[in-house]
Every structure is written in structure tokens, then in C-alpha cells.
């Protein structure tokens, strides 16, 4: 619950909003970066993260024990999270556009090898690729002959399917606003982007391609 009364008052202590809104340069001084965006979209991105690769880790515990109702609210879950780190990284595109190398170190902060959320998250999503991989094989199922949109597992590898687009897009993020440094100008080297792997389930993947090359 959003906090309120005196525990508003604890909560703008801690996060020190008004110190932190009144150091904000007023929109007409576009030479100064604006500390607050610049600052809390990495870290924001980050927590986001963590909280989905925490739903990710339960998701395939459910999975585990054949719970996939759970396992696919959680994954649906950890999806919409995904996104909302994705759109607080656009944040950096309004926080300083002549200040370019601020917005490079933000982005080295939220990168695949740099950010303890992305890796919690990739982490949770390898646990539940095992997960249901196995589920798949005690169930008799063969990805590749397709799945009946009546047998349970249907939703979670759908939903599942959906993070895997949510991920990408969060990875197209960044490679936008790297881009947008390394703009025709003074040259730079460009963040850390290092190639993470292209699917958050690569058993699921490696089904999905194989039935792709069987296709006629």
C-alpha cells in the first residue's frame, strides 16, 4: 500500500524527495542533467528486474510441483514488470541530451552483465525453462509435433513466449539509447553491450527452431 499519514512523512525522509526534486534544473537551463531522471531510471529499471526474477524463481517452483495455474499468473506477472522497466528506461532519452556520457554510465549500470536484476531474472527464467522442460518430458509432450491449447501447459509456454517479447524489447531499449550516443559527432566508444542471449528459454527456443527447420 502506497504509504500515508505518518508513514508518508517517513517515506519522503527516507527517499529524501524534496532535496532531490529541488536540485531538478528548471527546463529552460537544458546545460545542466537532470540528476533525478538520471539516477532513477537505472536503479528503477534494476528493482523492477529483481522483482521479476523473483517471480520468476516462484514460477518455476510451481511449475516444479505442477501448479501451472500459479506458474502462469506469475510469469503473465513478471511480463507487465518487464515492461515497466523497459518505459522507465526511456526515461534517460528526457534526462540530459547534453550530457551524453551521463546517459552512457546509466546505461553501463542497467547492462546484461552489469545489473543484479537482469541477471536475477535470467537466472529465474533459466530455473523455469528447466522446470517446465521437464514437465513437457514427464507429460509425454513433443513441442515440436505442437501443443493443444487444452492441455495446461499451453498458457504458461504462451505466457512465457510473452516474456521472451517483453525481454527483447527491454535489450532494444538500450540498444536505442546507445544509439543515440554514438550519433555522428565527436567519436566515443558506445556502452557495454555485451550480446546476451537471444531467447530467456533456450530449451523452449532450440524446440521452437527445431520445428521451424522441420517445417516443408
Known sequence: ?????????????????????AQRPPWSDRSQPDQLLVHLAPHASDLLLHAAGQDLHHAAEHAHDGRLGAATALVVRATRIVDAATVTLRLLQ??????????????????????????????????????????????????????????????????????DLAARAWRDQRHTLAAGLTAPGPARSAPDL???????????????????????
Open 1 to 21: 500500500m502506497y504509504p500515508s499519514g505518518p508513514s508518508a512523512a517517513g517515506y519522503a525522509a527516507a527517499t529524501q524527495v524534496a532535496t532531490l526534486l
Open 94 to 163: 528526457h534526462a540530459t541530451p547534453r550530457d551524453d556520457h551521463i546517459v552512457e554510465l546509466a546505461l553501463r549500470l542497467s547492462g546484461p552483465t552489469t545489473s543484479p536484476g537482469w541477471r536475477k531474472t535470467r537466472h529465474g527464467a533459466l530455473s523455469l525453462d528447466t522446470a517446465v522442460n521437464v514437465a513437457l518430458t514427464t507429460a509425454g509432450i513433443d513441442l515440436r509435433q505442437g501443443l493443444d491449447p487444452a492441455q495446461p501447459l499451453y498458457r504458461l509456454v504462451e505466457a512465457m513466449a510473452g516474456l
Open 194 to 216: 555485451v550480446v546476451d542471449p537471444q531467447t530467456l528459454f533456450p530449451s523452449l527456443a532450440a524446440t521452437h527452431h527445431s520445428r521451424a527447420r522441420e517445417s516443408p
